[in-house]
C-alpha cells in the first residue's frame, strides 16, 4: 500500500509539470504574441482605427522574458546531470549539487 501511495504522488507531480511546461509555456508564447499585436495597432474592416497600446508591449517582453528563462532552466538540467550534477529544489529556487 505504501508503495501505491508513492507512485500516486510522484504521478501527480508529474503530471503538474507536464500541464505547466506542456500547455502553459505556449499559453504564455501566445499572450506575449498578442501583446505585440496590440502593441503595433492595426486597422479593422469596417475602418476603424486602433492605436498602437506601449503596454502591449511592455507585455510582450515580460512574457518573452518567462519563456526563456523556463527554456534556459531546463537546458541547464539537462547539461549539467550529464555532468554528475544533480537538482535540488530544497529551496525556492533549483539549484545544482553534486550527485
Not at 501505491?4 to 505547466?20: C, F, P, R, Y
Not at 502593441?39 to 508591449?57: I, K, L, Q, W, Y
Amino acid at each position: 500500500m505504501e508503495t501505491i501511495k508513492l507512485v500516486l504522488e510522484s504521478v501527480w507531480k508529474i503530471l503538474l509539470v507536464g500541464i505547466v511546461l506542456g500547455a502553459g509555456l505556449p499559453a504564455l508564447f501566445a499572450v506575449g504574441v498578442r501583446g505585440l499585436a496590440v502593441a503595433n495597432g492595426h486597422e479593422s474592416a469596417d475602418e476603424t482605427v486602433h492605436r498602437p497600446n506601449p503596454f502591449g508591449a511592455a507585455v510582450a517582453v515580460v512574457v518573452f522574458a518567462v519563456v526563456v528563462a523556463a527554456i534556459a532552466v531546463g537546458i541547464t538540467i539537462i547539461v549539467a546531470s550529464g555532468f554528475g550534477k544533480a537538482v535540488s529544489f530544497e529551496h525556492i529556487y533549483p539549484t545544482l549539487v553534486e550527485k
